[in-house]
């Protein structure tokens, strides 16, 4: 039979301690939205985006060949209007999709 006398937690309360200094959260209330800029800035001239509106008888692969150089580039076609085509085997005429930068000649 054992004779060994278990904690006693009846005193224990709800809560935390913390030991050492208490640091008060940082203040952001004279925080305002928008962005700042330090160093050079280059005059960046935006990429104007380019569309295509599908025509019958189009397909990913013939609308990559004619506009980006090779018809493999059908998969960059799709993957820029996963918002548009759910199936890269089914595109409609009339439906405008976005084509990706052709690739330079580097």
């Known amino acids: 039979m054992s004779t060994e006398k278990k904690a006693d937690f009846s005193n224990v309360k709800e809560g935390f301690a913390t030991s050492g200094e208490v640091k008060q959260a940082p203040d952001f209330s004279n925080v305002k939205e928008g962005f700042a800029v330090s160093g050079q ?3 960046v001239t935006p990429a104007t985006e380019v ?7 189009d397909t990913l692969s013939k609308i990559a060949k004619e ?8 998969k ?3 993957e820029a209007n996963r ?17 990706p930068p052709k690739p330079s000649d580097a």
């Open 41 to 43: 800035v280059e005059d």
């Open 51 to 57: 569309t295509y509106t599908v025509e019958k008888g």
């Open 67 to 74: 506009h980006l150089g090779s018809a493999n580039a059908w």
């Open 76 to 78: 960059q076609i799709f």
């Open 83 to 99: 918002d548009v085509i759910d199936d890269p085997d089914r595109i409609f005429p009339g439906q405008v999709i976005k084509l």
